[in-house]
């Protein structure tokens, strides 16, 4: 089935249909008078909830000016679009809490983990077709180019999950001032994506970061004590956290999957 096909199928679902008319009114309007290059919160949209518009200028300055104030570049067909959604899901590094269960797994695990080894299969592990729903992914060729690039220029990273050789999870995204705004992850074996998240979450706190974006919560990461904001909330998080270390080039992997285990940052006992 094309992707065409398959996005017309996603927004015409029960939940989604009544978001139809405002976005196409929406992508009419952006394609008629060109949009500020950065979006604004005063142009976010309430059907669907956080669109504020057409991406049309996706050049390095303006997507990281974007990603600072709350926006990233999304979209299953077509055009990418900015959206920046009415509650924004985030974990405080401060807060991260590892179960005891969790942490006896990393330690005894025969996997192991790199950052910024393998972007591009990172990439593709993350747009490949899901075992279950629609296989439609916002990781399109456009959005896929979109993030190399960023890798390329020293922006954008990966976490590598490795067993026998052969990539079997991670996670990348996009440094944004004091967060990591962590846009997709896989795996293909259990606890593949979980080992990722939280090596991330090792590394970012170890460089100063504050918190990780994860835009929509997930079981995993509320378990590991993530929390939703307000999106003025977020906007104010945004803008009055110190940056953490987003030094562009490649990044290293300093902790093992054994040393994260170790790892206390909300005080639990290791």
Known sequence: MSRLALATAYWLRPRRIRHVPPLLARIIRDRLVTPQPVPCSEKIQSSPPGLAGLARDLSTPVVLAAMQRGFYAQGHWGSLKWWSPPDRAIMRLSDVHIAKRFRRTMRQ???????????????????????????????????????????????????????????????????????????????????????????????????????????????????????????ASYEEFLATTPAGDARTGKWQARFTLAETAGWSPSGDPA
């Open 109 to 231: 695990t025969g996997m192991h983990i790199a950052i910024d080894t393998d972007f591009a299969g990172v990439l593709e592990g993350c747009a490949a077709p899901r075992r279950n729903g629609l296989n439609l992914t916002w990781l399109t060729p456009g959005a896929q180019a979109l993030y190399q690039r960023l890798h390329d220029e020293g922006h954008a990273h990966s976490v590598e999950v490795f067993e026998d050789g052969q990539l079997v999870g991670g996670v990348f995204g996009v440094t944004a001032g004091p967060v990591f705004s962590a846009l997709s992850m896989f795996h293909t074996v259990d606890n593949g994506s979980k080992f990722a998240i939280v090596s991330l979450y090792h590394h970012l706190a170890d460089a100063g970061f504050a918190a990780v974006d994860h835009q929509i919560i997930s079981p995993w990461v509320e378990a590991l004590g993530g929390i939703t904001l307000p999106r």
